[in-house]
Nanobody, 122 residues
Framework: QVRLVESGGGLVQAGGSLRLSCAFAGGAFSTYTLGWFRQTPGKEREFVAVISGRGGNIQYSDSVKGRFAISRDNAKNTASLQMNSLKPEDTAVYYC???????????????WGRGTQVTVSS
């Protein structure tokens, strides 16, 4: 069974940076697309970034493009989300997800971590 565990969240001031990590276990990591999503109370889960199995296809939401960078290390079964120039509106629970194809719809992802809280103060 695939398991995903996020880490690296926390409290940061606006303009600061955080790096989220996603540890993967229970499957052939390089065969899975990895996505990052975020959610705030009362809102739907929102796409942030996605990376294909071998890293050749990367997509970002318009709201984070140019500020966030997704990456993966297939030798270590980990994925990361480097978040720079953080804004208060980036505050959310961030989730790592694994799926079979590169998509931005959360329903296309089969496995999810429990999330990590990111809070950006103004």
């Amino acid at each position: 069974q695939v398991r995903l565990v996020e880490s690296g969240g926390g409290l940061v001031q606006a303009g600061g940076s955080l790096r989220l990590s996603c540890a993967f276990a229970g499957g052939a990591f390089s065969t899975y697309t990895l996505g990052w999503f975020r959610q705030t109370p009362g809102k739907e889960r929102e796409f942030v970034a996605v990376i294909s199995g071998r890293g050749g296809n990367i997509q970002y939401s318009d709201s984070v493009k140019g500020r966030f960078a997704i990456s993966r290390d297939n030798a270590k079964n980990t994925a990361s989300l480097q978040m720079n120039s953080l804004k208060p509106e980036d505050t959310a629970v961030y989730y790592c997800a694994a799926g079979g194809i590169v998509r931005t719809n959360p329903s296309q992802f089969d496995y999810w971590g429990r999330g990590t809280q990111v809070t950006v103060s103004s």
